[in-house]
């Protein structure tokens, strides 16, 4: 029953002010006409009041809880109410005094009212739209301003000498007398006009900063009023140079209730670029066909020397313009299109260039920061791709988004990624969001191939890393298996020879048989050595590159210096790669480079092993060419999933090589003793 009575209570609330809002306008038009003043501009003064009563109203009966109908129903129905009061006592004081009776007492009461309303129309709706609030601390202290302003405009009034009126002559406010109101009016008047105006900026501004945080509902909302608004703003100066000033500025202001309250009862439907759209091509279409109409008319008539009355002439230039009509309005409509959506217009242009894009890219990662940038440039906001794993493949995530839109990336049935981004300040058509969706299935496509080409990847580098293992384990096995047990058959072969020295076929059949032996460890030997450089595991990676790196150098005047970090135990293709890497660097630097130092660097960083190399020589012009060196190095990095870069020396002067070599997590087998070697 409680809410039920509430509600009534609210209606019949809201019906009687509003009643007594259009009664208070009316009774202004009555004197404006009785009077003989321009009933037009009468008229659109009462209008803009009742519009702002009615949306007021309309708002309060949907929204209840909402300040913004109750600050519009209040301050239309105050600012009628004293307007009425003040109109009123203008009559019995001006223009025929003594027939109003308390004519003084209704100009100190409607100046009142009229100024409480203007209050809350202009400091407070704008502080409290759309929501009824304002928002964030710092904000708060506003509404303490604000009764500070009501108070102010209740005794800026009441100690006026004039009460705020002007055009009254003589009259003068009766409340105070002259001395004390000369006290108290020029504080009235600081906590009055300058605090409403810099209320006002205040939330404006206030509103600005919504606008620019806000989600893209909110600044439909701020948008559709601030659109209005600047209508009233356009009209001011005219309203202050020109006798017709008046009424111009009351139209303009007409739209502003409405809008108002459209903003805070719609749901996000609308969309302000297509009725701009909608507007700019049929007032440039309509100014162009005029302006053609005239120009064929004024044309036609000096051209054939006949007068502008002609009954033909006017046919002519109509049919004229109703052929061109329909291909200029093509033209202007592409025109327009392109001014008020950009290339949301264009869906075809943009899904054949990214398609063109897709067919000429290698680089996946670098078709995908240049989709996001895409995006972005049709005003998305953060775009941000990632792969079925969530890892980032282009853009940033913003930092605790509330209004991330997230799409899922599909290719044959299977999510290989999502795109994610901010919507931006306007709404999505239909037609946008089936942009998006053609996009995000051409992504889809190109994740799907992305992950194909790591999976290649990744199964590339297993191969290259168990290859080089098995590499590993078959040297050991050969080294300390069949290589002593060939030595060992040689040299039971030799105590045989000894043995039987009196046969001399016998000797000669063993020492056969030993020569074949020795041929055969040979073999092993060079097999063994094939399969994996054999100082690596003798010396290790860092010990077999000082090796390598001193004995390169001997034959020029470079020296070279190499530094290494304390490192783990590494995967036999990653020592296999880096000592390939830098003996190949090193012998091109020492080759071509010109150059005095050589720095080789070998750290981990992070998961991975960095290997620098950087000469102070001519540079990677004059060194490096694409030749084969440099292709075997870049293909060592890229088997294990690597980074291979070249670039000149921080410096200016020399060349760098830089490689990232990734140090996968698999089981490492510590390399076995070869104290027992064979010969």
Avoid at 111 to 134: E, I, K, Q
Wanted: charged share 20%; aromatic share 4%; with cysteine.
């Amino acid at each position: 029953m409680e809410p039920a009575r509430g509600r009534r209570t609210t209606t019949v609330t809201v019906v009687a002010v509003a009643a007594v809002a259009l009664a208070a306008n009316a009774l202004s038009v009555g004197l404006a006409i009785d009077e003989h003043h321009a009933i037009r501009n009468q008229v659109l003064n009462a209008a803009v009041p009742i519009a702002f009563a009615v949306v007021g109203a309309v708002i309060v009966a949907a929204r209840p809880r909402n300040a913004v109908g109750w600050l519009m129903l209040g301050g239309s129905a105050m600012t009628s109410i004293g307007g009425a009061g003040v109109d009123l006592a203008y009559r019995g004081i001006v223009i025929a005094p003594g027939t109003v009776h308390g004519a003084s007492a209704l100009a100190v009461a409607g100046a009142t009212v009229r100024s409480l309303g203007a209050c809350a129309l202009t400091p407070g709706l704008p502080l409290y739209f759309p929501d009824g609030g304002p928002t964030g601390r710092r904000w708060r202290h506003m509404r303490t301003l604000l009764v500070i302003l009501i108070v102010g405009s209740v005794v800026d009034p009441l100690t006026d000498p004039q009460a705020d009126l002007r055009g009254f002559g003589e009259w003068r406010n009766p409340v105070l007398p002259a001395a004390a109101g000369r006290v108290v009016s020029p504080l009235g008047f600081l906590c009055h006009i300058p605090l409403a105006a810099a209320l006002t900026v205040a939330a404006v501004v206030h509103l600005a900063g919504r606008w620019r945080r806000g989600d893209a509902h909110l600044r439909q909302q701020i948008g559709m009023v601030a659109a209005a608004l600047a209508l009233t703003v356009l009209a001011a100066p005219i309203s202050l140079v020109s006798d017709t000033g008046g009424w111009i500025f009351a139209a303009a202001a007409l739209p502003t209730p409405f809008a108002i309250g459209f903003a805070v009862l719609g749901r996000g439907l609308y969309d302000l670029r297509t009725a701009a759209n909608r507007t700019l091509l049929w007032a440039t279409l309509s100014i162009v066909v005029a302006a053609v109409y005239g120009a064929l008319v004024i044309g036609l008539a000096a051209g054939l020397h006949v007068g502008r009355q002609t009954d033909w002439l006017p046919w002519v230039a109509g049919g004229v313009v109703a052929v061109c009509v329909v291909p200029l309005r093509d033209t202007l409509q592409r025109w327009v299109n392109r001014l008020t959506f950009g290339r949301w217009d264009q869906p075809y242009e943009v899904l054949a260039g990214l398609g063109q894009r897709v067919e000429d890219t290698i680089d996946v990662r670098r078709l995908l920061r240049d989709v996001a940038s895409e995006l972005e440039g049709l005003g998305l906001l953060d775009v941000v791709i990632t792969d079925a794993g969530g890892d980032v493949l282009a853009g940033a995530p913003a930092a605790s988004a509330p209004d991330v839109v997230t799409r899922r990336l599909s290719a044959y049935g299977e999510t290989v990624g999502q795109l994610s981004y901010r919507p931006p300040s306007q709404l999505l058509r239909e037609r946008d969001r089936r942009l998006l969706d053609n996009i995000a299935g051409h992504l889809g496509g190109v994740l799907h191939a992305h992950r194909l080409t790591l999976d290649l990847h990744r199964a590339r580098e297993r191969l290259v890393l168990t290859r080089e293992e098995e590499r590993r384990r078959l040297r050991r096995d050969l080294h300390d298996g069949l290589g002593p047990a060939l030595a060992a058959h040689l040299l039971r072969l030799e105590v045989v020879a000894g043995r039987i020295r009196q046969d001399s076929e016998a000797v000669a059949e063993i020492d056969e048989l030993r020569q074949e032996l020795r041929g055969t460890m040979l073999e092993v030997r060079r097999l063994v050595e094939g399969l994996r450089p054999p100082a690596l595991d003798e010396l290790g990676l860092v010990g077999v590159l000082q090796e390598a790196t001193t004995r390169i150098s001997a034959a020029g005047r470079t020296a070279v210096e190499l530094r290494s970090d304390d490192l783990p135990p590494l995967p036999a293709a990653v020592e296999v790669a880096a000592f390939r890497i830098v003996t190949e660097a090193v012998t091109n630097v020492v080759k071509h480079a010109d150059a005095t130092c050589c720095r080789v660097t070998l750290a981990r960083r992070g998961g991975a092993l960095q290997i620098v190399v950087a000469d102070d020589g001519v540079g990677p012009a004059g060194v490096h060419h694409g030749g084969h060196g440099l292709q075997t190095m870049r293909e060592r990095t890229e088997e294990l999933r690597g980074v291979f870069e070249l670039m000149p020396s921080a410096s200016g002067r020399g060349t760098t090589v830089r490689a990232h070599l990734p140090l996968p997590e698999v089981p490492h087998q510590e390399p076995a003793s070869h104290a027992a070697s064979y010969t």
